[in-house]
């Protein structure tokens, strides 16, 4: 079994920051994958940043640029730090990784971005 908590979220303005946390546990290593997704309301889950064991991350385009993935193997935590935040990426953020085949997410953390 693997948990996710995500943590962060919150209420910012457009061209504000914020910083989401996703703390793993359980039969999760550091060579798992990690992901975010965002789900925004009315819309389908979209990937958002992912970020492999040898820390190499990959990006939505419409993030490119402001978002930045990363990972504290130590503390079992991934980050998400967001830069010029848009009223766009409203949405429910959510922690994804993969182990042995089944696919683990946490609850997720709202981040809405007031213009």
């Known amino acids: 079994q693997v948990q996710l908590v995500e943590s962060g979220g919150g209420l910012v303005q457009a061209g504000g920051s914020l910083r989401l946390s996703c703390a793993a546990s359980?039969?999760?290593?550091?060579?798992?994958?990690m992901a975010w997704y965002r789900q925004a309301p009315g819309k389908q889950r979209e990937l958002v940043a992912t970020?492999?064991?040898?820390?190499?991350?990959n990006y939505a385009d419409s993030v490119k640029g402001r978002f930045t993935i990363s990972r504290d193997n130590a503390k079992n935590t991934v980050y998400l730090q967001m830069n010029s935040l848009k009223p766009e990426d409203t949405a429910v953020y959510y922690c994804?990784?993969?182990?042995?085949?089944?696919?683990?997410w946490g609850k997720g953390t709202l981040v809405t971005v007031s213009s």
């Open positions: 994804n990784t993969y182990v042995t085949g089944i696919g683990y």
């Open positions: 359980g039969s999760i290593s550091s060579t798992n994958r």
């Open positions: 970020i492999t064991a040898g820390r190499s991350t």
